[in-house]
């Protein structure tokens, strides 16, 4: 497993465990959405990133739980460096840096704002050529480096597996249905971003390609879709060294799980993906904002099972809802659930551990 602490550290300090309190530590745990083209020091963001010690942003352009407002965080070039620098100053620990530039549709830098052309990744898969695929993933990574984003949630290794799934094959998401080409270009996609200084995620695991529902509208159950197949290029992944990200899934799956979506189920994210896959990478959530979460699960119960389950950080998009203090009161849920005995505190060693390595702390 490739983790990145001497390649590309975010940091020259280094850090004990000793040195960093509780809370701290769960601060590290959490990726966060904000508003704004800009931010000061009387933002909450802001509060969050040297107060509370958040461990990385999401950056987007659009912003969706308010249509009235234009835009969200990007507006071209220069504007997005200066923000995310900005968020560097203000950081009391080196931050990941977040947005899902795959390319195509899924494409938070587009050229109306001033960032070159992107191919999706149906669009290579057709070309074929996992040395074009390099290519292209090496000019998104210089444009992300450039701007000072160190983490792109991308590769997609999902199957294209169903014509009618609405969020990946309707998005030209996938590669191929077959795992195996899939599995050559997630891995020239992300052996580009590693040597730009660019951490790739992998998602959606354990696969999200079968389905014919969208997450981010409610739950959907892939028992009947779902095959072993679509392990397979996180398997190869994984094993390539690429992989020093996973993003979960909400996909429910009750062969995997009677009960529980992939995100909160430890037979998933434990069982299959660290245990049986090997990996011992950091395991971040997909939106625990989407409604397969908050239709099903208050937000207590969500951040509770999905610690339990082996997430290492939890993604609050906080864009498909927005709460300015979203990180605030998911420290003081995970706080409350160490002190109530609930969570043992060894659990969120486990997760800042691999955070600070991957962080190179």
């Known amino acids: 497993m490739m983790m990145m602490g001497s390649s590309m550290p975010l940091g020259s300090q280094v850090i004990s465990s000793c040195s960093v309190n509780l809370l701290d530590k769960i601060g590290q745990m959490l990726l966060a959405g904000f508003r704004g083209f800009q931010i000061s020091d009387a933002d909450v963001i802001s509060s969050d990133l040297n107060k509370r010690n958040l461990g990385g942003v999401i950056l987007f352009d659009q912003e969706m739980a308010d249509t009235t407002l234009c835009g969200r965080n990007i507006r071209s070039p220069e504007q997005l460096s200066s923000l995310v620098q900005s968020l560097r100053d203000h950081a009391k620990t080196p931050l990941w840096v977040a947005i899902d530039q795959e390319g195509g549709r899924v494409n938070r830098l587009k050229p109306t704002y001033g960032f070159p052309e992107t191919l999706s990744h149906e669009e290579l898969g057709r070309i074929n050529d996992p040395t074009k695929t390099y290519e292209h993933a090496r000019m998104i990574a210089g444009t992300l480096k450039n701007l000072g984003i160190n983490v792109n949630l991308a590769p997609v290794v999902d199957l294209d597996a169903n014509p009618n799934n609405p969020i990946i094959k309707g998005k030209r998401r996938s590669f191929s249905s077959d795992p195996e080409v899939v599995a050559q270009h997630a891995m020239a996609f992300a052996k580009a971003h590693l040597e730009v200084g660019v951490l790739p995620c992998a998602k959606h695991f354990p696969g999200h390609g079968s389905a014919q529902g969208d997450t981010h509208r409610g739950l959907v159950d892939v028992t009947e879709h779902w095959s072993e197949r679509e392990l397979i290029p996180f398997?190869?992944?994984?094993?390539?060294?690429?992989?020093?990200?996973?993003?979960s899934a909400h996909v429910f799956n009750r062969n995997l799980d009677e009960e529980r979506p992939a995100t909160l189920s430890?037979?998933?994210?434990?069982?299959?993906?660290?245990?049986?896959?090997?990996?011992?990478?950091?395991?971040?959530?997909?939106?625990?904002?989407?409604?397969?979460?908050?239709?099903?699960?208050?937000?207590?119960?969500?951040?509770?099972?999905?610690?339990?389950?082996?997430?290492?950080?939890?993604?609050?998009?906080?864009?498909?809802?927005?709460?300015?203090h979203i990180v605030e009161k998911a420290i003081g849920i995970i706080s409350h659930l160490i002190d109530s005995g609930v969570l043992p505190e060894s659990r969120i060693e486990e997760s800042f551990q691999r955070i600070r390595k991957l962080k190179g702390l």
């Not at 398997?235 to 993003?247: A, E, H, N, R, T």
């Not at 011992?280 to 904002?289: C, F, K, N, Q, R």
């Open 235 to 247: 398997q190869k992944l994984i094993q390539s060294g690429c992989c020093p990200l996973v993003m």
């Open 266 to 324: 430890s037979n998933v994210l434990t069982g299959i993906l660290r245990k049986r896959l090997g990996f011992d990478g950091v395991i971040l959530t997909d939106d625990m904002e989407m409604k397969a979460i908050t239709s099903q699960f208050g937000l207590e119960k969500a951040v509770q099972y999905a610690i339990e389950a082996g997430a290492d950080v939890l993604c609050f998009g906080n864009n498909l809802s927005f709460d300015a």
